[in-house]
């Protein structure tokens, strides 16, 4: 069946303006509706706020632990023991931001200098194992290497 134009218009005009006819639902959406409103949607803002505050905790305990390491007195397997540990919190971050993207291409480069960095370290402490300058340096350059993941993919400025 095909309308002409003056036809439809007068279809139109006639359905507008006859309000005596209602279309009810089949079912009442109202409980569904007030629900919805009354209660909000989780934010992505919280989803998103987990993986931010677990890399801030993690190198809030490297940064503590090598302070505790290096000021109680170093034992011959501190560098071990922090190794062990810096390693098990860098392959967390990488696996927490591994869907993620990076913000820049050259982040991986950077962290494998400062890889680098820290065999150069670690191969000094094995001719001094207890040199408290030495463990300091090794902290540091685990901290870097943390930080250099967070940054990469989780800047300050998308938690504003």
């Known amino acids: 069946m095909k309308m002409n134009k003056p036809d439809f218009e007068t279809f139109l005009a006639e359905s507008i303006n006859n309000t005596d006819s209602e279309i009810t639902p089949q079912k009442d959406l109202w409980p569904g509706i007030e ?28 940064a503590l632990l090598s302070v505790q390491l290096i000021f109680s007195g170093a034992e011959p397997a501190t560098s071990v023991a922090m190794s062990d540990y810096f390693t098990q919190q860098k392959q967390t971050l990488l696996v927490q931001y591994q869907n993620q993207p990076a913000l820049t291409d050259n982040w991986q480069q950077q962290l494998a200098e400062l890889e680098d960095a820290e065999r150069a370290i670690k191969q000094a402490l094995e001719n001094e194992p207890e040199n408290p300058a030495l463990l300091k340096m090794l902290a540091q350059v685990y901290q870097q290497q943390l930080d250099l993941i967070n940054k990469v993919h989780a800047p300050k400025w998308q938690q504003i």
């Open 35 to 62: 629900k919805a409103l009354t209660h909000a949607p989780v934010s992505q803002s919280k989803t998103i706020l987990w993986p931010k505050l677990a890399g801030v905790a993690a190198c809030s305990v490297a």
